[in-house]
């Protein structure tokens, strides 16, 4: 509890008061001083009990209009505050957003309930510059009592969270041959044996039991027909491969492959997130592996901020080359010779020094390379899910029969170079032929057993070029 200026202008009159009845001996200024006195206690008594029971009773919320948004976008905020009854106190609520969104200042972002009233609120439009995950503050609330002399402050309301997504493509497509995937990515087929289920009891065969349930081996010893129940494997591992080499740069800024495909990406750790399954991420660069987080349960915001920060790798930088090329290993080399302390060293050893942050460098294939040295050593029914596009058609092939070896199920997102090209879809005609090869290849992975395999690219853009081919076959068949 705190005194206002006028709180402090009382306590200074019932002071002058005193020192006036001293000087001139009147008793009646006493009996003056000690009456405003009283005033001011019987006012902070009245003061300290509504505001305990307006603490113990406000309810303050802050409700977000949506819990995600794209970074350098506004959206709305509603402070609310309500009451059971109406209070003698004035009461100032402040939101508190985080300190990296702006829009607004202080005064906007404050709601004031007067004294008599029991609900107040406003709508509070805030930008968020950077990308990531904030938490809002406990919002302050200050009272001021009915006279004016004392305020208080103190901090009760809901703390909600909001994910700022990075700038990058939202008419995202995933599905097959042009039409979207109506599923959601990460669901699971709970009626095949050979997606995670596990021998369970026996029971008697009832009519609509599918022949292939019945157990041969039990009905042979039994003399009479019985089926085996399975039941689901819950313990599913799923291991995420990101190709961000340099081919995934392919595209317009904030809409290159691997925008897109880092948008799918993102909605699959919240599927996973949404099965409480251990998930593993493996992001491959043009040299081998870039980052890794082998299988864990609870890594999942983790895994989102390294697929935010994940750019495509230049293979310019990173390609080993001959003896006289600047290759990371040459680099580091020279930097070796120039680790003495004299001017020369110290000049040049910055220049030779490299940012190479390769987890692990690869000799061929980098992809496939991944998969065989991590996937191998996961237990229990694995999952991989692989974003690339179709570049390295031969490696990705191989990969993906390796992961689908054993038990594993393997999901491909694929970014067709068709609709990423330089110049855009100039050729619509050139584009749809080069679409129909990616799309054989994607149907190539598909038919493969327990392999699903998507396309992941701009609606407007496969739009274009479907509407076009329909158009040029209505012509011909009308000529």
């Keep these: 509890m705190r005194l206002t200026r006028r709180g402090r202008g009382f306590v200074g009159a019932g002071g002058v008061l005193v020192g006036l009845a001293v000087a001139f001996a009147d008793p009646r200024l006493l009996v003056g001083a000690a009456a405003l006195g009283a005033w001011l206690a019987v006012e902070q008594y009245r003061f300290v009990r509504a505001t305990r029971r307006t603490a113990d009773t406000i309810v303050v919320e802050q409700v977000l209009a949506q819990e995600r948004v794209v970074a350098e976008r506004e ?15 004035d009461v100032t609520v402040e939101l508190a957003p985080p300190v990296s969104a702006t829009g607004t200042d202080r005064e906007d972002r404050r709601v004031r309930l007067e004294s008599g009233e029991t609900t107040a609120s406003t709508a509070v439009f805030l930008e968020w510059a950077v990308a990531g995950t904030y938490e809002f503050g406990t919002p302050a609330i200050e009272v001021l009592g009915p006279a004016g002399c004392f305020t208080e402050r103190f901090a009760r309301g809901s703390t909600p969270t909001m994910v700022v997504e990075p700038r990058g493509p939202h008419d995202v497509h995933v599905g097959q041959g042009g039409d979207p995937l109506m599923a959601a990515y990460g669901e699971r087929e709970s009626g095949r044996r050979d997606a995670g289920l596990d021998p369970g009891e026996l029971r008697e ?4 039991d599918a022949a292939g349930r019945i157990d041969w081996k039990a009905t042979a010893r039994m003399g009479e027909p019985y089926v085996r129940e399975y039941e689901i494997e819950t313990d599913i591992v799923t291991a995420m491969l990101v ?9 317009p800024t904030n ?13 699959f750790v919240d599927s996973v997130r949404s099965f409480g399954d251990p998930l593993g991420y493996y992001a491959v660069g043009d040299e081998g592996l870039t980052d890794r987080r082998n299988p864990a349960v609870g890594q999942y915001s983790l895994i989102e901020g390294r697929l935010r920060d994940l750019t495509a790798t230049d293979p310019a930088t990173t390609t080993a080359g001959d003896s006289g090329s600047h ?3 040459t680099s580091r080399r020279a930097a070796v010779r120039l680790s003495g302390d004299d001017t020369f060293g110290r000049t ?29 050593r996961l237990s229990g029914t694995v999952w991989t899910v692989i974003f690339t596009d179709d570049a390295n058609r031969a490696e990705l092939r191989e990969t993906v029969r390796l992961a689908r070896r054993g038990d594993g199920r393997v999901l491909v997102f694929l970014t067709p170079s ?20 990616f799309e054989s290849f994607r149907l190539e992975l598909a038919r493969l057993r327990r392999v699903s395999a998507f396309e ?24």
Aim: hydrophobic residues 35%; proline residues 6%.
């Design 75 to 89: 959206t709305s905020v509603t402070l609310s505050v309500r009451l059971p009854e109406p209070s003698s106190l």
């Design 205 to 208: 065969y009832v009519a609509g």
């Design 243 to 251: 190709d961000h080499r340099a081919t995934m740069a392919d595209g």
């Design 255 to 267: 809409e290159t492959k691997l925008d897109y495909a880092t948008q799918v990406a993102l909605l």
């Design 327 to 329: 290759s990371p290993a």
């Design 348 to 376: 040049l050893r910055p220049y030779f020094e490299t940012g190479d942050t390769y987890a692990e460098r690869i000799r061929g294939d980098p992809l496939f390379e991944t998969a065989r040295a991590h996937l191998a």
């Design 418 to 437: 068709a609709l990423f090209e330089p110049g855009g879809l100039t050729d619509l005609e050139a584009s749809y032929e080069r679409y129909r090869e």
């Design 456 to 479: 992941v690219g701009p609606r407007d853009r496969i739009d274009a070029i479907l509407s076009s081919a329909r158009r040029r076959a209505s012509s011909r068949n009308t000529q």
